[in-house]
């Protein structure tokens, strides 16, 4: 197995890992805030949000671009 392979494997698990506490968090709703509340809450403001987009434009460009 390359590195790259291994990286990819442990981003779909993080990926695997948020999918089902978003189902979790839609079907507590008392206990837990779903994945749409917790990123509003996250960007509330400007600097959040251009981290965000930052952090985004990262991942896409090291995905996508090969």
């Known amino acids: 197995m390359t590195d790259r392979t291994i990286i990819i494997i442990g981003f779909c698990v ?7 506490a978003a189902i979790y968090s839609h079907l507590h709703r008392e206990r837990l805030a779903t994945l749409a509340e917790t990123v509003a809450h996250l960007t509330r403001t400007r600097t959040a949000r251009i981290v965000a987009v930052l952090i985004w434009a990262w991942l896409g460009w090291h995905f996508l671009a090969r």
């Open 14 to 20: 993080v990926l695997a890992a948020v999918i089902v």
